[in-house]
């Protein structure tokens, strides 16, 4: 095995610059290895999770740690140590590795953190408890981490995912568009109003090729739920407008929803209310065009005709979108 043939060596205080370049290799592994069938969405703001990987198959989502070292111990293992309070969610994943030159190591540990607390070594400095975790590149050895240990170039098919067929990889492409200066300040203004809400981690699809463009986890529940974001921009002279979807590439399901604001050129600001509805109902409540699903507005009118009923304050968009992801009431 080659260790670290880089013109570059990290030392002890590039600690947290080495875990972005692993973090950053594992997201590019995935990408890869699944053409397409596993989208990496990234935090608007660290609060313990690297990162969400979601598999476009089925919807799923899986919150992910990554951790790494730069070499072996003298004894050939990879020693993997993290504080017992940042594991705070047990069903993600601690996707763990060496970093060997310009790739990841040839074994990558991924283990849920129930189980990695389970098996870690627990050791308590300075009154801060920390667990460790010790294994070798390979799986055929009698470590109690061998049965979580992959092949590097099997990462995905821990993840669920063998990749996208190839005309699959291009439906999903033609999600690509330039949204232009309105639809970015409607995704801006929504991240805005959900970070109001204490309770809600925020992530941004790397790169955006999905439906999900905003992807909210209560803190607490655990639970996602993602979001698609339509801006319908109105004047004086243009009242009627319309919200457009293309239908090779929306995947409606149950924690996506579909966001619509309104913006009015005349004033350079958001309508005051909004427009929240599940992805599941939107081919009801669409027509179709062709390639496209066409929800008519009325975005400077009191009514929204038959979306009436997905009407809300924006204010209280985080608030909303807050209550559809916090734990079920006992």
Not at 261 to 283: K, N, Q, T, Y
Request: proline share 5%; aromatic share 6%; glycine share 8%.
């Amino acid at each position: 095995m080659r260790l670290m043939q880089t013109d570059a060596v990290w030392h002890r205080g590039q600690t947290l610059a080495a875990g972005q370049v692993a973090e950053f290799k594992v997201w590019s592994e995935l990408i890869r290895q699944s053409t397409g069938g596993l989208h990496i969405f990234l935090p608007l703001r660290d609060r313990g999770i690297d990162g969400v990987v979601h598999r476009l198959q089925d919807g799923f989502y899986a919150p992910v740690q990554v951790k790494a070292r730069t070499e072996l111990t003298p004894a050939g293992q990879v020693h993997i140590t993290v504080t017992e309070s940042s594991l705070a969610d047990d069903s993600a994943l601690v996707v763990a590795t060496l970093v060997d030159g310009d790739r990841l190591g040839s074994m990558v540990l991924v283990v849920d953190e129930a189980t990695f607390r389970r098996l870690a070594a627990h050791d308590l400095v300075a009154g801060r408890e920390y667990l460790t975790a010790a294994f070798e590149m390979r799986t055929n050895g009698r470590s109690r981490w061998a049965p979580y240990l992959v092949p590097r170039d099997r990462l995905a098919e821990r993840f669920g995912s063998t990749g996208l067929k190839a005309d699959e990889v291009g439906r999903d492409l033609e999600r690509v568009s330039d949204r232009g200066v309105i639809g970015f300040l409607g995704e801006a203004e929504v991240i805005r109003r959900l970070a109001e809400a204490e309770s809600l981690r925020l992530f941004r699809p790397f790169p955006d090729l999905e439906t999900v463009e905003v992807l909210a986890q209560h803190a607490g529940s655990k639970r996602f739920l993602g979001l698609q974001v339509k801006t319908s921009g109105w004047d004086a002279t243009t009242v009627e407008n319309r919200v457009h979807l293309r239908r090779s590439s929306f995947r409606p399901a149950p924690s996506t929803y579909v966001s619509v604001l309104g913006w009015d050129r005349d004033r350079s600001s958001f309508a005051d209310s909004c427009l929240l509805i599940p992805s599941l109902e939107v081919p009801e409540l669409a027509r179709v065009e062709g390639e496209w699903m066409v929800l008519e507005l009325e975005p400077g009118a009191e009514h929204h005709r038959r979306l009436e009923q997905y009407r809300l304050p924006l204010v209280s968009l985080g608030r909303a979108v807050e209550r559809l992801v916090q734990p079920p009431s006992p």
